[in-house]
Nanobody
Framework: QVQLVESGGGLVQAGGSLRLSCAASGTIFSINAMGWYRQAPGKQREFVALITSGGWTNYADSVKGRFTISRDNGKNTVYLQMNSLKPEDTAVYYC?????????????????WGQGTQVTVSS
């Protein structure tokens, strides 16, 4: 079955950087879009970024210019480079397989999720 395992979270000061990784197994990784979502305490899970099999990327407005999503199909891994972190970026970050942009422009998530990795940004 599909397994997604995130890593790379931690505690960082505002203005700092982290790189998250998500290793996938049980799937033909190269043909799937991959994405990142996050959920802060008391809030709904929200879209952060996605990358298609062809390398097209899409970002939430709140992270544009600061976060970069990338993938390595040889390693079945998707990354999220997070720079200029802010306290409001504090959340559990989840990897998701096969997110997509709908015809209305909204992002719908795929069916498979990782267990999440905690990112805490101190002020």
């Amino acid at each position: 079955q599909v397994q997604l395992v995130e890593s790379g979270g931690g505690l960082v000061q505002a203005g700092g950087s982290l790189r998250l990784s998500c290793a996938a197994s049980g799937t033909i990784f190269s043909i799937n879009a991959m994405g990142w979502y996050r959920q802060a305490p008391g809030k709904q899970r929200e879209f952060v970024a996605l990358i298609t099999s062809g390398g097209w990327t899409n970002y939430a407005d709140s992270v544009k210019g600061r976060f970069t999503i990338s993938r390595d199909n040889g390693k079945n891994t998707v990354y999220l480079q997070m720079n200029s972190l802010k306290p409001e970026d504090t959340a559990v970050y989840y990897c998701n397989q096969d997110p997509a942009v709908t015809t209305t422009g909204k992002i719908r998530n795929g069916d498979y999720w990782g267990q999440g990795t905690q990112v805490t940004v101190s002020s």
